[in-house]
């Protein structure tokens, strides 16, 4: 009978951490951590991550709304990107077109009032990253950035740098030292796959995560190195696009963007995530599309 480590060449589309925090019991304990908050009924918070659909492709890690008072969006990056405030604004975009129930309210003399909107980004990567440190839109802005603002606090919480927050949720301090471990297989010359298993049972056998992992060892491990994969690759791109740009080299990028394109789509990829990582224009992805 396979053993979950003979399931590594399974499709996940989501991470551990999506996965994890899409709960609402851990996410409440995550966001009375983060907002030094101390709701305790799981029925005020509910959860309205975006999952994408036929009509819009917007899919984000986690985000819900708490009590009507807080619209709390998470994402989760292992490979740094300085972009997450334009991501977050259209994802904050579509969920507060989410809560209109009148369209027709917007072009009345109707108040339409929304929850306080709360941008995190929790950054488990190898880049050199403070604790914590805040992130503007108006950064990416040429000029003056007028009354335009949006501002996300990115939390490091790689687990041997003492996080504060990691001692405020215990869910986030287990997916923190799941993490670890697996990264400190890999430097002690495990393969990937091996460092991933050996995490994993480490974890079951110390009680981390353990209201998740027991039950769900077998996607753990399929998404774990799904992510380490796609991560790889991520990082081999832009360090080719970056030599290349480097070089004056322009002939040949949108190829090579068009075959990552090609593979991203085979493993079931969103085509918003696609467009992210290659910058390729959306009606090419959705011709690539229609001809794998």
Not at 54 to 73: A, E, G, P
Not at 83 to 89: A, G, I, Q
Not at 101 to 122: A, H, K, S
Not at 184 to 196: P, V
């Amino acid at each position: 009978m396979p053993t979950f480590y003979d399931k590594a060449n399974a499709q996940y589309r989501d991470t551990v951490f999506r996965d994890y925090f899409n709960n609402e019991h851990r996410l409440l304990s995550l966001c009375n951590a983060i907002l030094e908050t101390n709701y305790t009924d799981e029925k005020e918070l509910e959860i309205n991550t975006l999952e994408g659909n036929f009509f819009s492709n917007q899919k984000n890690d986690v985000s819900c709304l708490l009590r009507d008072n807080y619209l709390v969006m998470i994402e989760h990056q292992s490979t740094r990107n300085s972009n997450m405030p334009f991501r977050f604004f259209s994802y904050v975009y579509q969920l507060f077109n989410n809560m209109v129930d009148n369209r027709d309210n917007v072009y009345l003399d109707v108040d339409i009032t929304f929850p306080d909107p709360q941008f995190y980004v929790f950054y488990d990567g190898d880049n050199k990253e403070p604790l914590e440190r805040e992130i503007k839109f108006s950064d990416a802005f040429r000029g003056n950035a007028g009354r335009l603002e949006l501002i996300v606090t990115l939390y490091n919480i790689n687990y041997e740098l003492n996080q504060p927050l990691l001692e405020k949720c215990s869910y986030l301090n287990d997916y923190s030292r799941l993490v670890g471990k697996v990264k400190r297989g890999l430097k002690s010359g495990l393969t990937r796959r091996q460092a991933i298993v050996s995490a994993i049972e480490w974890c079951i056998k110390n009680n981390v995560m353990s209201d998740y992992l027991p039950k769900k060892k077998d996607e753990v491990f399929g998404m774990l190195d799904w992510q380490w994969n796609m991560d790889e690759a991520q990082t081999a791109w832009e360090n080719k696009a970056r030599e290349e740009h480097e070089k004056g080299i322009s002939i040949g990028e949108v190829k090579k963007a068009e075959i990552i394109a090609a593979k991203m789509l085979r493993k079931g990829k969103d085509f918003s995530e696609i467009q992210e990582w290659t910058d390729l224009p959306m009606q090419r992805i959705e011709e690539l599309a229609k001809s794998n």
